[in-house]
Every structure is written in C-alpha cells, then in structure tokens.
C-alpha cells in the first residue's frame, strides 16, 4: 500500500493544523495506522496509533490531549489534528500502516511496514 501525508505548513503557537494520510488500496482498512514525527538533528519519535476498528488508540504523553487520530475507512483517509500546537512541535510527521493489526496497537516504528512521505509542520515561537 502506498501512503501520501499532506496538511503540513506554518503555524503560530497555539494555533491547529490537521494532517491527512492517504491510502492508495482498501486493503488499507485492514491495518493499524500510525504516526510519527522527526525533528531536525532527533531520531524518529512515535506520535499516535489508531487501530484498524478506530476501537483502539494511543498517543505518545507529550501529544496527549493537544491531538485526535481519526479514519475514514470508506475514503481510505486518515487524520492527525493537531490543536495547541507548540514549537517543539516543529517536525517532518510521517504516516505509516501496520498490516499485522496487532493489538495493542504499536509505538516501535519497526512494526510499521509502508511509510509514507512526510510533511513538514513548522510551529513558530
């Protein structure tokens, strides 16, 4: 499966983006999603999970009530919307799909099998 970020940009902090992920095949629906995000000169860190079923999720603690994971199965899209954003926010985000549906769902990015692109958010100070 072919995945494609988008939604990035320049943001105040404070402000909201929201990012989407497209899916390029329905088996899509099948699979846990993930996002990640890396800063410039930092390793690769684990931003969210959502399951296949959207039943189950998890966030990393320094996004945790600050941003919301959603899909749409039907539409092959997944969200990440970003609200009070903060300038160490300041990161490529990445999605990815996990075609094993373990639960619970994966933070290790070594679970994940196709990645997409990226899209740079950029939260000035």
């Known amino acids: 499966v072919q995945l494609q970020a988008s939604g990035g940009g320049l943001v105040q902090h404070g402000g909201s983006l929201r990012l989407s992920c497209a899916a390029s095949e329905r088996t899509y629906n099948r699979y846990n999603m993930g996002w990640f995000r890396q800063a410039p000169g930092k390793e690769r860190e684990f931003v969210g999970a959502?399951?296949?079923?959207?039943?189950?999720?998890l966030y990393a603690n320094s996004v945790k009530g600050r941003f919301i994971m959603s899909r749409d199965n039907a539409k092959n899209l997944m969200y990440l919307q970003m609200d009070s954003l903060k300038p160490e926010d300041t990161a490529v985000y990445y999605c990815a799909a996990d075609s094993s549906r373990r639960l619970p769902v994966p933070s290790d990015p070594e679970n994940y099998d196709y990645w997409g692109q990226g899209t740079l958010v950029t939260v000035s100070s």
């Open positions: 959502i399951s296949w079923s959207t039943a189950s999720t």
